[in-house]
């Protein structure tokens, strides 16, 4: 059948009364609930916040119907090249006109949805995901939660022409907001930071719905672990601090050279370097010369960097949304390297202002600055405070409380 539900208010922050939104429908035959989650591989942050949702829709609800779709995996070659490829590759050639762009569209689009700016965007992914629209209309789903602005603009606009009901959800995976995750209707919106909230209150019609949770990670890192017990799993030295380096978003000539920058620090350190499935960055990094006070050991790709981010006294990175929530949530310090301008930039102003990170802007300066840290303990063991302070290990537990209200389910905590 068809029920009106109240939405109702949760533990991140939502005190405001309840309001009534669409009638939703009621899907599961048994009653438990069908629930869609939807990312944009645009990039595996998104991915990875909509993983750690679907693992703790599953645990908690274990018979709903939970499907995780990411969009770009339903669409054509081109279309994946122009959200992806192209977009890193922009990145990579021309750093500061993606930053211009950030803030021109972030300024251009205006403060309410629905510009002509966003009705063109629109249009484009919908012509280019119809099989994600066949998945949202073909099933009796009762909500979606999406990780990604991409997902949710098309769940809107199936909603405000009658052809789909049920509620959405959208978790913003950055510390800052841009305007284009504004994609109404939404009952509910997520935010990582106190000043993503402000933004987005500021500029959705409810400022009730608007929850701040932090930026859901895979439940791995909500659990403690040993740090000495993480580097014995891993072969690591557990007599001097662990540098852990992320290469996956770095080109290769960086890598080479954050790399031998660190080993040139004069402290004896275990470096460990994550390339990822880039077979040229774990090549290039096995390839560079360790003087003999030093222990390197370079991974590929790996399911274990809560653990090795637990054994890391600090994390050199690009400052994504979710490897600086992990970071956090582990309680290390995150050296910034080169972050892109718009949203990793804003990313790295709240590690800064939590006291949680350094940033090196100039390679010239790395070894000189992350050896000054490294020798001065007493500000290590503050900064590291500082991580444990801004974390949020459960974003994904607040997050599935509140977007389940929305559907009147409610299950205790797992």
Known sequence: GFIGVPVTTGRSGMGAKPRQIAPVRSAGVDGSPRILVLSSSVGAGHVRAAQAIELELKSRLPAATVRHVDVLKHTNAAFRFYCADLYFGVVDKAPHFVGYLYDKLDRSLGASPGQQGDKLRNAIDRLNLKPVI?????????????????????????????????????????????????????????????????????????????????????????????????????????????????????????????????????????????????????????????????????????????????????????????????????????????????????????????????????LDAFTGKVGALLADESRVKRMQCAALAAARPYAARDVVDAALSLIGTIVNPG
Not at 196 to 216: C, F, N, Y
Not at 258 to 279: D, H, Y
Not at 290 to 301: Q, T
């Open 134 to 362: 066949q998945i949202m209309e073909s099933e009796p789903w009762d909500l979606a939660i999406s990780t990604h602005f991409m997902p949710s603009s098309i769940v809107a606009w199936l909603r405000s022409r009658g052809r789909v009901s049920f509620p959405q959800a959208v978790v913003t995976t950055d510390y800052d907001v841009h305007r284009i995750w504004m994609t109404p209707p939404v009952e509910r919106y997520f935010a990582a930071s106190p000043e993503a909230a402000d933004i987005l209150r500021s500029r959705v019609e409810h400022r009730e719905s608007v929850s701040m949770t932090g930026i859901p990670v895979h439940p791995a890192f909500a659990s403690a672990k040993d740090r000495a017990a993480c580097c014995r799993a891993h072969g690591l030295a557990e007599d001097r601090p662990v540098v852990l380096q992320m290469a996956g978003g770095f080109g290769i000539g960086p890598i080479s050279r954050i790399l031998e920058s660190t080993l040139a620090i004069e402290r004896p350190l275990q470096v460990v370097v994550v390339a990822g499935k880039n077979a040229r960055a774990k090549a290039a990094a096995e390839s560079v010369a360790v003087p003999s006070r030093h222990r390197l050991k370079v991974f590929g790709f790996t399911d274990k960097i809560d653990e090795l981010m637990a054994a890391a006294t600090l994390v050199v990175s690009k400052p994504g949304g979710l490897t600086t929530s992990e970071t956090l949530c582990r309680g290390a310090i995150m050296v910034i390297v080169d972050p892109i301008p718009g949203q990793e930039t804003r990313n790295a102003d709240f590690m800064l202002e939590a006291g949680a990170a350094i940033k090196v802007n100039n």
